[in-house]
């Protein structure tokens, strides 16, 4: 039986229009006189969705009773016996009910596919297992539904239902997504233009990443080596000279041209350190190209010209832009065409572009030599050896004279010397023994002979051989020297890297474990912590073994008896290991990898101490309520205390005779303020317990309808005043009974302040994600957005100066005790004007990001 196809609808966020088009192509299908059913849609009370069912073969849902609610699921069964070419089924990452075949709705579709039927369903972008974390950080909303990645990228078709994010929001506020009394909650949460818009960026880029990777399969299955130019990927090398910037900008615009452009740099660095960069202007071009919109890499390799073409290959690189030489005309002719000429050469379907600059051409001296020579570098000087001796033998015999046999002895010497700098200690020794015998045999009596007929001639060619070792023997130390220096310096340029990632925003871990992988051109590294990856670059082997070092974050090599074993290194503490899969590394890259390790214990270290710094969270939270309660002594009771002071003071006075009405008013007076110094007094004596500074908030799970109730009484609010939108399922806060209700008794004494005669202010709960939202909203003249941060400046009533209307904290107060309880205080504009204070609380139970526990 042929298994059916899985087209997928993905859509950015709920809303966006996947149900309706994935209706719309079952009534196309069944125009075009296909057999499609309904198997499960979801309208969820949307009117044009609803309509569009009509007219389609619906499947009827089974139902499921749990814990004594009945749950309507998809009839697995019953579509699997109706058997139709087409099944439309909606919401894929759906979780059924407990007792159903499959845990999951998507496991639900697989059966229907193994059975032969095609399926038409639909996901949000926050469902992929992958983006999981990524989209609660955007919105704050943990999603448990999810589609593991390689179910979703096995499907046949993945399609974008895409809509614009205002255009949504404009959907929602027309009352097209949710009712109209989930609109004002919705737009000011999950829909706010800022999430939509990185939602919509990221199911972008997941659907291109997944056309780019069903490219590369195809390539890969159809041994298909050359570049295909669907999107531009241009690699720029640097070399951390001058040209860098030129360079790059050249690379940029080159990217620019095409849709979906991307521009990678790369520098690399010789294990030798033969080859030299400014770190100053390597550091600038790394912020020059993350503000290109690019990404910097760095790789170590000996051959420059293949580690370029093989890094573009890896890419998928359509464009090479490498600088022209610096070298001047000799260096050239000796050393032939460089890195460019190679490049040209290995770099097949690249197109490379050669870009000239300002310091082209204006080295002339010879190529520096290096030390610890490369095959390479003994392989040529044998080669000049062999092929410069002959030669100049031929030319001193065809010009040999009576008196030329110093000159003769002199071009010889010169010869070995040469040698010697170019190949090192062996082929300037080959080249003196050589250019001794011939010295012998052509020019010194007799000739044609290998014989010496005066002993000081036997000495002097003694000497000439020793020269010329003592000539090899120094340039071989000086280039041992040499590459010790600038191994240094390739430490100092990898670290750089490193540190650039980090001081850009990357994750410290992360920006390490990648520049090490690229550094050691390895084919993993991972850093764990006993079971638990913390970080992981490529793939690193199962048989990698750990090694015990002590808590000095000491880096120790393992070679193993198994040729498939990897260097480790263990720091910190004795569970922390750091894997390296790939090729073995040798002396001095066990140098450089030591240095990454120690960055990554410093790395570690930040974190345990990031982690202490939050764990102080509660007193700081705790110093901030206490000053708002120092400042609510210094004002709040300042008023009542100087009015009952001034009202009994004038009754003690014999020098005023007061009538009885008088008497009476001051007495009033005197007993409303002392009533009410005593009612905020004993609200502030609940909470005296944070003056000392010593304890946190006592926050216990509280019911917010028990503390709005008693805040309505203590203003004397009923329903003429204020319309209660309480949610009866709202789940228990995380806060402090006494501060909740004082910041109550603010904002709603503000929200009916500010509300025209004959309109009520409101208040509305809902809960969010973690987090459990109390909406005051008023129907006035609102505040604008620019003067919000003055509603919070301690007092502040922004030009209104009635003083004797309700004894609040103040704003600024009330922000205070609700930061102190963990929470937010934010204004609003109201839909249709007037302002909304929103006080947002942690849902009790739950440990959100960036709430104290």
Do not use: C
Request: aromatic share 4%.
């Amino acid at each position: 039986m042929t298994r059916g196809r899985l087209r997928v609808l993905l859509g950015a966020a709920p809303g966006v229009g996947k149900t309706f088009a994935m209706l719309e192509s079952g009534r196309d299908l069944v125009a075009a006189g296909k057999d499609v059913v309904v198997a499960v849609v979801e309208t969820h009370g949307r009117v044009a969705t609803a309509a569009l069912v009509e007219g389609l073969e619906v499947v009827p849902r089974r139902v499921v009773s749990h814990r004594g609610v009945e749950l309507a699921e998809m009839d697995l069964a019953g579509v699997l016996a109706r058997a139709p070419q087409v099944a439309l089924v909606d919401e894929y990452a759906h979780t059924n009910a407990p007792g159903s075949e499959h845990e999951k709705r998507w496991q639900d579709v697989a059966a229907l596919l193994d059975a032969g039927i095609h399926v038409v369903t639909t996901v949000n972008i926050q469902h992929i297992a992958s983006l999981n974390d990524v989209v609660r950080t955007i919105t704050g909303v943990p999603q448990r539904e999810t589609v593991p990645d390689a179910v979703l990228r096995a499907a046949d078709d993945v399609e974008l239902v895409d809509l614009a994010p205002q255009s949504l929001r404009d959907r929602l506020s027309a009352g097209e997504v949710y009712p109209a009394e989930r609109v004002d909650a919705a737009l000011s949460n999950y829909f706010r233009l800022g999430n939509l818009t990185a939602l919509r960026e990221l199911a972008l880029l997941w659907l291109a990443d997944e056309v780019d990777s069903a490219l590369r399969t195809y390539r890969a299955e159809h041994a298909i080596d050359a570049p295909w130019e669907a999107r531009e990927r241009v690699v720029v090398a640097l070399t951390g000279g001058p040209e860098g910037e030129t360079l790059l900008r050249r690379g940029a615009r080159i990217a620019a041209r095409s849709a979906g452009g991307e521009l990678l740099a790369v520098h690399v660095t010789a294990p030798t350190g033969l080859r030299q960069s400014d770190p100053a202007a390597l550091a600038a071009q790394q912020r020059l190209v993350t503000d290109l919109g690019g990404t910097f890499h760095q790789v170590v390799a000996e051959d420059v010209p293949r580690a370029l073409v093989e890094f573009a290959r890896s890419a998928d690189a359509t464009q090479l832009v490498i600088g022209l030489s610096r070298r001047g005309r000799l260096a050239t002719a000796v050393s032939g065409p460089g890195v460019g000429g190679t490049v040209i050469r290995d770099a097949g379907a690249i197109d490379v572009h050669i870009v000239t600059h300002a310091a082209a051409g204006r080295r002339t001296t010879l190529p520096q030599v290096g030390g610890a020579l490369t095959w390479r570098r003994r392989a040529l000087g044998l080669a000049m050896s062999l092929v410069l001796g002959p030669l100049l033998t031929w030319l001193l015999t065809s010009t040999r004279t009576e008196t030329s046999l110093v000159g003769d002895v002199l071009s010889y010497q010169l010869l070995v010397v040469v040698v010697a700098l170019v190949g090192g200690l062996w082929p300037s020794l080959l080249t003196a023994v050589l250019s001794g015998l011939s010295l012998d045999y052509f020019f010194i009596e007799p000739v044609r002979t290998i014989s010496i007929a005066e002993s000081r001639h036997a000495v002097a060619l003694v000497l000439y051989v020793v020269s010329g070792a003592l000539v090899s023997a120094v340039v071989d130390l000086a280039a041992r020297r040499s590459r010790a220096a600038q191994r240094a310096r390739a430490e100092s340029e990898l670290m750089l890297t490193v540190a650039g990632g980090v001081l850009r925003g990357q994750d410290a871990l992360a920006a390490l474990v990648e520049r090490a992988r690229e550094a050691f051109g390895l084919a993993g590294v991972r850093l764990r912590s006993g079971e638990d990856v913390l970080a992981q670059s490529g793939t690193v082997r199962a048989d990698a073994t750990a090694v015990p070092v002590d808590e000095r974050s000491v880096l120790e090599v393992d070679p193993g008896e198994h040729p498939a074993t990897r260097r480790l290194a263990r720091f910190g503490s004795r569970d922390r290991t750091v894997g390296l899969g790939g090729t073995d590394l040798d002396g001095a890259g066990n140098r450089l990898l030591g240095v990454v390790v120690t960055q990554i214990a410093a790395a570690l270290e930040h974190q345990r101490l990031s982690r202490t710094a939050d764990a102080v969270g509660p007193l700081r939270e705790t110093d901030q309520v206490r000053r708002a309660l120092l400042s609510a002594v210094s004002h709040d009771l300042r008023r009542p205390l100087t009015a009952a002071t001034t009202a009994v003071g004038s009754l003690r006075s014999a020098e005023v005779s007061w009538s009885p009405a008088d008497r009476e008013e001051l007495l009033a007076t005197a007993d409303e303020s002392l009533r009410t110094l005593t009612a905020l007094v004993t609200d502030l004596l609940d909470v005296s317990r944070l003056q000392a500074g010593v304890t946190g908030v006592s926050t216990t799970p509280t019911d917010v309808d028990d503390v709005v109730l008693p805040a309505l009484d203590e203003l004397g609010l009923g329903p003429d005043e204020v319309l209660l939108d309480l949610d009866p399922d709202l789940p228990a806060v995380e806060a402090d009974p006494a501060l909740l209700r004082r910041v109550l008794v603010n904002v709603l004494a503000n929200a009916v302040r500010a509300s025209p005669a004959g309109t009520r202010a409101r208040v509305r709960t809902s809960a969010f994600a973690d987090r459990v939202e109390i909406r005051v909203v008023d129907h006035g003249p609102g505040v604008p957005a620019e003067r919000w941060p003055d509603l919070f400046v301690p007092f502040q009533r922004l030009g209104d100066t009635d003083n004797t209307t309700g004894l609040g904290l103040g704003l600024a107060l009330s922000r205070g005790f609700t930061e102190g309880m963990g929470g937010t205080l934010t204004p609003e504009d109201t839909p249709g004007g007037g302002l909304t204070m929103v006080i947002a609380l942690r849902q009790s139970g739950a440990t959100g990001e960036g709430t104290r526990a």
